[in-house]
């Protein structure tokens, strides 16, 4: 749990009774490579900070879906749309390596926010970071061509281009996997 109380305290320096509070909430939990951590049609109940591990956010549709996000160690993730809302996700968390996460749930993370002062400071920054990312994101889709948008990604998130199969790369930056070979091959 020790990385967790380093990312809040990129934030915000917490106190020793502050921390034990937050941090008696989580709890450990570890998913297989390729298990599935939330299923499209459930409610997201946790938010969870990835110890290790790599997680794919995706639409189910054909053989692979359409991969739209990813999360990596040292960071929070969940469907974070179905956890603020209680309602069904409408996609799914994968985890694509055997992935070690703390999680906490949609009611004691609320018993965080109303009892501690930190709590709303951390949840607005984890929650304006979000934001940021899905905006730029968007941006990206709308503005520059695939073959710019596999460039900037290579550039931004060479760990996305190390650890993740090239058919979910693809599928994220919204081109066929024939398509990045051919895009991979006009750069090498």
Request: aromatic share 16%; charged share 25%.
């Amino acid at each position: 749990m020790g990385y967790i109380r380093e990312y809040y305290e990129q934030i915000v320096k917490l106190q020793e009774s502050e921390w034990e509070f937050i941090a008696g909430y989580f709890r450990k939990k570890v998913y297989a490579k390729n298990e599935i951590i939330t299923q499209q049609g459930d409610t997201e109940n946790f938010l969870s900070f990835i110890e290790s591990g790599l997680v794919r956010f995706y639409i189910p549709d054909d053989e692979y879906g359409y991969t739209f996000s990813f999360s990596f160690e040292k960071e929070f993730t969940c469907a974070y749309d179905s956890f603020l809302t209680q309602t069904p996700s409408e996609y799914e968390m994968q985890a694509l390596t055997e992935t070690v996460v703390w999680q906490i749930s949609y009611n004691d993370l609320q018993k965080i926010y109303s009892q501690t002062n930190v709590g709303n400071h951390l949840g607005r920054f984890a929650s304006e970071k979000l934001f940021l990312s899905k905006s730029k994101r968007e941006l990206s889709l709308l503005k520059l061509t695939a073959k710019e948008r596999y460039l900037k990604l290579f550039t931004e998130q060479p760990e996305l281009i190390r650890r993740v199969p090239l058919k979910y790369i693809a599928s994220y930056i919204g081109i066929t996997p024939q398509a990045l070979s051919r895009i991979r091959r006009q750069i090498n």
